[in-house]
């Protein structure tokens, strides 16, 4: 006897896997995900940025006259003792006087002679009345004492005798300034370029402290005003930090802080401490062209010298500065959490399903964020959630 179609057990097989198989293909399936456990570590908060060192105490050497240097023989690196000779400039030479100009020059000559000699006959007047009026002094006295006299002839005389004394001093004075008129007004006339041959006296420029060479504006012998710079000196052996952060981040920096410096050649960070935010910010463009406003913190090591001491002026570091520490914090990545409820939210691990719930976010530092509550120690987190998590959603480890 033949079976019916539909009830032979060949087609019943293949009815239930393809309805097996359509069950199976349209089930939610777990999402993979990547999970990290909640812990308790040290967290840092810091701001970081490069920054530079520099010589503490920098002195710019300038001429102290016009003239010509000689050529300098000192390199950068050099070192030098205070009071050390750095190099001479030899002053400029007089202009030669056209007629015209010698013509005024004697005439100058000749009015200060006069003005002297009319300044020593006046300084012999005075001195003429002042030994009368000493001497009118020297009379009345002893009739100021037998009562012939009066107090008020007596003052007379004794002021008359002071006032003559002091126009006296007066006329010395003037024949004092004459006289040096006089020899301003003949060095213009015979201290010139044609008619004095004798060299110039060399005026020599010092060390003001004993450190060494840091730069050197004129190797090479030339003419210098007053005022050029010549050469940079200082000590290396004292050093300071200079940083410019963000004026943002620079309202949360303190004198006093403490401040790490990575990446300046050493296997160790070098320790230090904010010694002064500066007042006064400046405006700098990023490499992205963006303006920003930033504001230098100097900062001065606190590791023994000897960690530091192969550092030099205008030497590269990256700077830590040390907002928050704490040693034992319950944290989990940034990466984890989301925005939610206007806070912040993380799905947990729950068996194989991911949890949401709301957690107090405390300090973070970009990667690491500090959990207040709503998660405990050793439970799975996941990192980096995608859209497809969702509450109660199957997940699975990747």
């Not at 090591?301 to 319950?330: K, M």
Request: hydrophobic letters at 45%.
């Amino acid at each position: 006897m033949q079976l019916p179609l539909r009830t032979h057990p060949a087609i019943t097989v293949i009815a239930v896997l393809i309805i097996g198989l359509l069950v199976w293909g349209f089930w939610p399936q777990p999402v993979l995900v990547e999970a990290i456990a909640v812990k308790r570590a040290p967290l840092t908060v810091t701001i970081d940025e490069e920054g530079r060192t520099r010589v503490v105490d920098r002195y710019v050497v300038s001429a102290p006259v016009d003239g010509v240097t000689c050529r300098v023989d000192l390199n950068v690196g050099d070192s030098v003792e205070q009071g050390k000779v750095l190099l001479t400039i030899t002053p400029l030479e007089s202009q030669v006087l056209d007629p015209r100009s010698r013509a005024e020059a004697r005439a100058r000559v000749s009015s200060a002679e006069s003005a002297l000699h009319a300044a020593e006959e006046q300084a012999v007047a005075a001195a003429a009345a002042e030994q009368l009026a000493a001497a009118e002094l020297k009379r009345v006295s002893p009739l100021k004492d037998k009562g012939v006299i009066s107090y008020g002839a007596f003052d007379e005389a004794v002021t008359e005798a002071k006032t003559t004394a002091a126009a006296k001093r007066s006329a010395d004075f003037n024949v004092e300034v004459a006289e040096y008129e006089l020899q301003a007004a003949r060095s213009v006339l015979d201290y010139t370029a044609g008619n004095n041959g004798e060299p110039a006296e060399r005026v020599p420029v010092r060390s003001p402290i004993t450190g060494r060479i840091l730069k050197v504006e004129h190797e090479c012998e030339g003419p210098v005003r007053t005022g050029d710079a010549l050469l940079e000196v200082g000590d290396p052996a004292v050093l300071e930090i200079e940083v410019d952060v963000l004026s943002a981040d620079a309202v949360k920096i303190k004198p006093g802080m403490d401040v790490l410096f990575d990446r300046w050649g050493g296997d160790q960070p070098l320790q230090g401490i904010v010694r002064v935010v500066e007042p006064v910010g400046f405006t700098k463009f990023s490499a992205l062209g963006v303006e920003e406003q930033r504001v230098l913190v100097i900062s001065d090591f606190t590791s023994p010298a000897e960690q530091w001491q192969r550092l030099g002026d205008g030497y590269r570091v990256e700077a830590r500065f040390i907002l928050w520490h704490e040693d034992n914090v319950l944290q989990v990545p940034a990466s984890s959490l989301f925005r939610y409820r206007n806070g912040w939210g993380i799905f947990v691990i729950e068996g194989r399903h991911a949890k949401r719930r709301e957690v107090d976010v405390g300090q973070r530092n970009g990667l690491i964020a500090q959990i207040l509550n709503g998660v405990t120690q050793g439970e799975m987190v996941i990192n980096h959630p995608s859209d497809a998590v969702e509450d109660g959603r199957s997940v699975k480890h990747r």
